[in-house]
């Protein structure tokens, strides 16, 4: 003990029984030498005790004891080493020591590195792209990991800001801890308190037992609510006062339950909007908004569509034991060219089924096709000059119209402007 002292890299404490040993854990050691023979709790007894605490806590056993037996006993129970008393004790324990010191930096190299990988992969198998505005998410996504400050997602539907939700939570420290997602916009409005902050026994008809919310479900993890500008204002207040109080009471109970979770929300609306019209609460917006991360919408992402592209064939291909598809250049081509309204999850819809439609592992342009229902103008998604635009137009509405050449240009005619009428009296 005395000579570990001298060394200023270790923090020494010591401790005379077993049970001083079991108070001191929550300090979390590094390393812990006991001698076999301490007055209250037997050596191997302790050990147990130990290590179910803290599983992965080194333990150097010290004993007068020769019995191999008793040493392969601690060490299959165990402890790292087993030193006996003798001549030669010191400088065995301080090599033991030594190699425990040297092995316990390298784990924490490996953990450390193995987290950092863990973000990386997380995200190049989740958000994928190159472009600038998607980098742009990704350090912000990297500041909300760091951090428990809530994160407000926007964006148009179909961006991703569930798996944005996901990377955040997965990678941050409540990663070991439950992910509770809920889509506000498909619980209806009598039922969104009881699911989202549970219920008593008979607190209403059909409540036939106690039901923890959502709150409780996702304690000591995230909560993430989806399409939180759905909420009625009678909600709204009572979800503003749980995020102030950070406790739930269950509907028809009054015991205050203390809740610790991260919030998550996300709105394809424009909540600022939201709240000058009076749909959503000002009080409670500036306490959900927090770190506000804006999903660029797919047009707006340059090649990242030919990336997505590549991924989901890929993934299509393996979930169904495909040989992978490639894209001839008109189908790249009219995948850059489509401002696709319903973003990435059209996308992926679009290829998943053109990976079907497909022959001689060539997706063509014939092979892609988008849903009429999507499949809006967009005419101000790139640079073309007024002619090139007005030519665009008239090509859509006569698509629209059948190629109907009077019902379209009655469609696109601008009302003529007559000249006034002035009313007046004849001179006499």
Not at 345 to 369: F, G, H, P
Request: aromatic content about 6%; some cysteine; proline content about 4%.
């Amino acid at each position: 003990m005395h000579h570990l002292s001298l060394n200023p890299d270790y923090d020494l404490s010591l401790y005379t029984t077993g049970k001083e040993v079991l108070k001191a854990l929550p300090d979390d050691p590094d390393l812990l030498c006991m001698d076999y023979g301490l007055p209250d709790i037997e050596g191997e007894k302790l050990i147990k005790q130990i290590l179910k605490v803290q599983s992965d806590l080194p333990i150097i056993v010290i004993s007068g004891q020769e019995d191999i037996s008793v040493a392969v006993s601690l060490l299959k129970t165990g402890a790292k080493d087993y030193i006996v008393k003798d001549d030669h004790a010191k400088d065995i324990l301080w090599k033991s020591i030594i190699n425990i010191r040297e092995n316990l930096s390298l784990r924490k190299e490996v953990e450390k590195l193995q987290e950092e990988l863990k973000v990386k992969y997380d995200f190049e198998d989740n958000i994928i792209g190159q472009s600038p505005a998607i980098k742009k998410t990704f350090k912000l996504v990297q500041k909300a990991i760091k951090t428990n400050i809530n994160v407000s997602l926007t964006g148009e539907t179909g961006t991703g800001k569930e798996v944005y939700a996901k990377a955040i939570h997965f990678n941050s420290k409540r990663r070991k801890q439950p992910f509770v997602a809920v889509n506000m916009g498909a619980i209806s409005k009598d039922l969104a308190e009881s699911e989202l902050f549970g219920h008593e026994k008979g607190a209403f008809t059909g409540a036939a037992g106690t039901k923890k919310g959502k709150f409780e479900e996702a304690d000591g993890g995230t909560l993430f609510l989806d399409e939180i500008a759905e909420m009625d204002l009678g909600l709204q207040t009572k979800l503003l006062r749980v995020l102030q109080e950070r406790e739930v009471v269950r509907v028809g109970g009054n015991k205050p339950l203390p809740i610790d979770i991260r919030l998550i929300s996300a709105t394809h609306k424009n909540l600022t909007d939201e709240v000058k019209e009076g749909n959503f609460r000002e009080d409670l917006y500036f306490r959900i908004i927090g770190l506000p991360i804006e999903l660029p919408p797919l047009r707006d992402r340059d090649n990242d569509v030919l990336i997505l592209a590549k991924h989901f064939i890929e993934a299509f291909s393996k979930d169904n034991q495909e040989a992978t598809p490639s894209l001839s250049s008109e189908a790249k081509k009219k995948l850059k060219e489509y401002p696709f309204p319903g973003n990435v999850r059209e996308l992926k819809a679009a290829v998943e089924l053109a990976c079907v439609m497909s022959e001689n592992q060539i997706i063509t342009e014939e092979d892609l096709t988008f849903s009429q229902i999507s499949n809006k103008p967009f005419f101000a998604m790139s640079d073309k000059t007024l002619k090139e635009y007005n030519n665009e137009i008239i090509s859509y509405f006569l698509d629209k119209n059948d190629g109907n050449v009077l019902q379209t240009a009655k469609k696109l005619d601008p009302p003529r402007r007559r000249a006034p009428h002035h009313a007046g009296r004849l001179a006499r």
